[in-house]
């Protein structure tokens, strides 16, 4: 690790972007790895500490996309790497579905303890969010003995086969990919920005239970054949979207009264980045499963899902993982919760707050923001062409993350046309305050050469 980088807490650029190793670096890798990659642009990391990236020409920048929300300790905290170091020299694997080992109940106990709702729990470890969603699909389905499933437009739940048919984010993330999971119903996302129904700022949530209970179970789908709704509380890729509290508490009526379980997707919301463990506590709702993954393990693969021991009776062999709950990632989970409930949640609701209070001038600032939204660490910036038509400005979101890298700020666009600010829950105020600086100088940039 560079002193220069242990030191640094703001961006430091000696080259132009990018540097010469990165360029040499990007053509090798248009070469030699699969363009399904998606890159916003040409960094090349090389270390990390903290909030602090460093690429191949030792530019150093302040990473608010934290590896799409996943490193949530910060990059390399040094807690996690000795975790991970004196974990790998003892027992780096043996598989949980074969034997035990302490590690597997001690990171489901600490879970358990601050999942919502009163009755035990129990929990299944994968490698990933897509495999903790396809558990959940298939727990879903053992036990309600029922084979349909309720999922939202603009949703994103995985790549894998089943979570993917769940998926309603991008039309590309489904082409060429041939028939999906059948049974699965579509349904409006209460934006209340950008209301499905009208298209307006409206509160929509009631429009879309209606929908739900007067379209889809009347003329679609009967409910006593659905077995599971899956909702993310605040949609990730679909453009970090928080849903109504009063929906989510109306569609977990809804649900119960059917008989139907709840899934709640924290794969990027959870863990912490809203400020509390889980997004889903933001609207009081206790769901039926919740996956996760992202932020679990700060950065080593790790996805779990958390179920009512009630409802994860499955038997042995109905389900399983080789490497999911590997020891190595299980040590990280278990030092990246203990830094988590030491103090980077309420870092993450208090510096989250302060930036939400500085962003929210924005809307009125610059003609081309809409909306600004979100929870914790967890915010998005919605871009427009302009504030009559609302007509989503996605060339110049994408103008806007570009200059920003070229401030050495690193942040990713979510949805069609928003910016999302995911950084590390250990950033401050200052970095906070360069980050909001380096887009308002970008956005100011982009509409002067609109």
């Not at 109306?250 to 809203?274: N, P």
Request: hydrophobic share 40%.
């Amino acid at each position: 690790m560079t002193e220069a980088l242990l030191d640094a807490k703001l961006p430091r650029l000696h080259t132009a972007l990018p540097g010469p190793r990165a360029k040499e670096i990007v053509a090798l890798d248009d070469r030699h790895i699969s363009p399904s990659y998606t890159r916003s642009y040409p960094l090349v990391a090389r270390r990390g500490r903290g909030a602090m990236i460093e690429d191949v020409d030792g530019n150093i920048f302040l990473d608010f996309a934290a590896g799409i929300a996943v490193v949530a300790t910060g990059h390399c905290h040094p807690k996690v790497v000795e975790a991970i170091q004196r974990q790998a020299a003892e027992l780096i694997h043996i598989s949980g579905t074969d034997f035990y080992y302490s590690q597997m109940i001690e990171l489901a106990e600490k879970l358990e303890r601050v999942t919502p709702g009163r009755e035990p729990k129990r929990v299944f470890y994968s490698n990933s969010g897509t495999e903790a969603v396809e558990a959940a699909i298939k727990l879903a389905r053992y036990a309600t003995g029922r084979e349909k499933f309720i999922a939202f437009h603009g949703c994103f739940h995985g790549r894998t086969m089943g979570s993917l048919s769940l998926t309603a984010s991008k039309s590309v993330q489904r082409k060429g990919f041939g028939s999906l999971l059948s049974g699965v119903f579509h349904i409006p996302y209460p934006n209340p920005y950008r209301c499905p129904f009208t298209g307006q700022a409206h509160d929509c949530g009631d429009d879309c239970i209606e929908h739900l209970e007067k379209v889809v179970f009347k003329k679609l789908v009967d409910p006593s054949d659905v077995a599971a709704i899956f909702v993310e509380p605040v949609q990730g890729e679909g453009g970090y979207v928080p849903a109504p509290a009063k929906f989510l508490r109306d569609l977990a009526d809804l649900a119960a009264r059917h008989g139907i379980l709840l899934v709640a997707d924290e794969v990027q919301s959870g863990m912490g980045r809203t400020g509390k463990w889980w997004a889903s506590e933001h609207a009081g709702i206790e769901p039926d499963i919740i996956c996760i993954a992202k932020g679990i393990a700060s950065g080593m693969p790790l996805g779990a899902m958390i179920a009512r021991a009630s409802i994860m009776q499955w038997k042995p062999g109905a389900h399983a993982s080789t490497f999911g709950g590997n020891p190595v990632c299980l040590a990280s989970a278990l030092a990246t919760f203990d830094l988590l409930e030491s103090g980077y949640i309420e870092n993450a609701r208090r510096v989250g707050a302060h930036l939400l209070n500085r962003m929210s001038a924005w809307p009125e600032r610059f003609r081309v923001v809409g909306d600004v939204r979100g929870f914790g660490l967890m915010l998005g910036v919605e871009f427009i062409t302009d504030r009559a038509s609302r007509a989503p400005a996605h060339d110049l979101r994408d103008r806007v993350v570009e200059r920003a890298f070229e401030k050495g700020l690193l942040v990713l666009g979510a949805g069609e046309n928003t910016l999302r600010f995911c950084p590390p829950l250990v950033v401050d105020e200052e970095q906070a305050d360069f980050a909001a600086g380096a887009i308002e100088q970008s956005i100011a940039e982009v509409e002067r050469s609109a």
